[in-house]
């Protein structure tokens, strides 16, 4: 089982009623895993800060309830996750945040066991699916224990990592009566500071309780002396590259157990920390009196593996390579409706301010059109410095998905009308969260299950934030939309252009291809980067493997040589 399937089985058995979640790879297998179970709740929210709140309002209602996101959508439900901590729950909430060492698909490498630390929270660490699913059920009876959330951490080499799991039955534990407590769950001030005195007690109760885990365990071995420290897939590749080493596992990874490493360390001869990322568990450690070495061996960035690990400690880590691994720059797929945009916006020579999603994308050449891209919504918001700060002389437009500016898009559009900048904002609108695999949000009309669900029309929202100036065009239309783009840029007020087309991978159906008649190999079409077109001395070939039939190079050619080949030829 893949263990984000794993982590909502064990959801299930826990006997969660309510999961909201917002995509993010890692994570996004979890929600999607969970809807299929029967009798259950789950949700796509708008973003993360929603998400949490509402497996909040869930658990102090009485529910056991979740909420899942990667490493960065933590950030986002930052301000509800810490207090919370204050608050405490009622039914258990478990908080799942997945990192992503390495930045397969980030923009950061962030260390999620921070935050616990910061918020005071306990958090859990699996190493494979079958602890994935228990490390689960054990965090409820941890949050309900210590009236507190649970932060469960992934990375992406064991979320999507496969293994074998017992699965059991369903634990229906019901709804908590809600007892009417101001004290308790509403955080005025006076309120919050008895509480925070709550949350110290609670720290020193928990530290005590999870340093006597079984998940925290010495494992010894008669073969050698040294003595590793680690969590996670960390564990994994310990095991293997060094099978004969002494391991202290760490499945809590906050709090540090302290004293049941204290006591492995008494029982070896050096002592090692190996962990990704932050030395979070070799300087708590250090800091507590132990001598330890990790970072001094193993680097803050990107992941470890076994053998990286096997060349640390001197170990035989050849490996037969490939002579030669040809190279795979990302590109956006054939027939993606977002190459024709930023074929325009390179064109038009301006400044764009890119935002998350797959018209990252549209930085990569031979389009190198966006110069920015920082966070979810952040396009918006970065338009609008670029306005003020050269009186409205930039010429530059943001750019932002359909889904990522529900997300978080909508408040910087607010910000550009009511601050009167003038900016001017693409919604690529594909119909999907597409970066993460196609997942449903406000806009697309259907819900988590794919059950009807109203639909948040992107036009009006923009009118009723305040914009007047507002066009709709056809993505594929590469003509109407440096019209469009030409017209907003000369506004001197906020105007937004929808452009509009799904998804090229929604629609599987057979599709009319591209044909080449006349080239006069001007490589014009090249510029698209669209991988079904490629070049030769004799001109402009088509893959038809690829090619989706959008006619975006027909639009570019000026010569008439690429044509939809007919029905039935």
């Not at 949700?43 to 996101?69: H, L």
């Not at 908080?95 to 397969?104: E, N, S």
Request: aromatic share 6%.
């Amino acid at each position: 089982m893949l263990t984000n399937k794993a982590i909502a089985r064990g959801a299930y058995e826990a006997g969660v009623a309510v999961l909201s979640a917002y995509p993010g790879t890692p994570s996004t297998e979890i929600a999607e895993n969970f809807v299929q179970h029967e009798g259950v709740y789950a949700e796509w929210a708008p973003n993360e800060k929603v998400a949490v709140e509402v497996a909040i309002g869930a658990a102090v209602a009485g529910a056991r309830s979740m909420a899942c996101m990667k490493h960065v959508g933590l950030n986002v439900a930052a301000d509800p996750l810490f207090t919370v901590a204050y608050t405490g729950i009622n039914g258990g909430l478990v908080i799942v945040v997945a990192d992503d060492p390495g930045m397969h698909s980030s923009q950061n490498e962030q260390d999620s066991r921070f935050y616990a630390r910061s918020a005071h929270i306990p958090m859990l660490e699996p190493s494979d699916a079958l602890e994935a699913k228990e490390f689960v059920k054990l965090a409820y009876e941890i949050s309900e224990k210590f009236d507190t959330p649970v932060l469960l951490r992934e990375t992406t080499r064991v979320a999507h990592s496969h293994g074998l799991v017992e699965l059991c039955e369903r634990k229906e534990v019901g709804v908590r009566p809600y007892e009417k407590s101001a004290a308790k769950y509403v955080m005025m001030p006076a309120n919050a500071i008895k509480r925070h005195v709550v949350v110290e007690a609670r720290d020193k109760a928990v530290a005590e309780y999870m340093n006597g885990l079984e998940i925290n365990r010495a494992e010894y071995t008669s073969e050698n002396e040294i003595g590793v420290v680690c969590s996670g897939v960390v564990y994994e590749y310990v095991k293997e590259a060094l099978p004969n080493a002494n391991v202290f596992k760490v499945g809590g990874v906050h709090p540090v157990p302290v004293p049941a490493i204290f006591a492995f360390a008494k029982k070896v001869s050096k002592l090692y920390v190996i962990e990704e990322l932050e030395p979070f568990i070799e300087d708590t450690l250090k800091a507590a009196g132990l001598d330890c070495i990790g970072k001094e061996l193993f680097s803050l960035q990107g992941e470890i593996s076994v053998l990286t690990i096997k060349e640390k400690f001197g170990l035989d880590a050849t490996v037969e390579q490939p002579t030669q691994v040809p190279a795979r720059p990302p590109v956006m797929c054939a027939g993606c409706p977002h190459r024709g945009v930023f074929y325009v916006l390179n064109k038009l020579k301006l400044t764009v301010n890119g935002d998350i999603g797959c018209y990252t994308l549209g930085a990569v050449p031979p389009l190198a059109a966006v110069d920015t891209c920082v966070c979810m919504g952040a396009s918006v918001g970065m338009a609008h410095g670029f306005k003020k700060a050269t009186n409205g002389a930039s010429k530059n437009v943001a750019v932002i998905g359909d889904s990522t500016f529900l997300h978080s898009g909508v408040t910087g559009l607010i910000n550009a009308v009511y601050n009167q900048s003038g900016i001017t904002l693409m919604i690529l609108d594909n119909s999907t969260t597409g970066m993460t695999g196609h997942q449903q949000h406000p806009a697309t009309g259907k819900n988590l299950k794919g059950e009807p669900a109203p639909v948040v029309l992107l036009d009006e929202l923009c009118k009723a934030c305040g914009v007047k100036d507002l066009q709709i065009v056809d993505a594929y239309d590469v003509k109407a939309v440096e019209k469009a783009v030409k017209a907003a840029i000369a506004s001197e007020e906020v105007s937004v252009i929808i452009a509009q087309r799904p998804c090229a991978l929604l629609d599987k159906s057979p599709k009319p291809k591209m044909t080449v008649d006349g080239c006069k190999n001007c490589g014009v079409c090249m510029k698209l980067g669209c991988p079904a077109i490629s070049r030769t001395k004799n001109g402009i070939q088509i893959d038809t493997m690829q090619c989706t039939g959008c006619g975006v190079c027909a639009n570019v050619c000026a010569f008439n040589a690429l044509k939809l080949v007919k029905e039935g030829k």
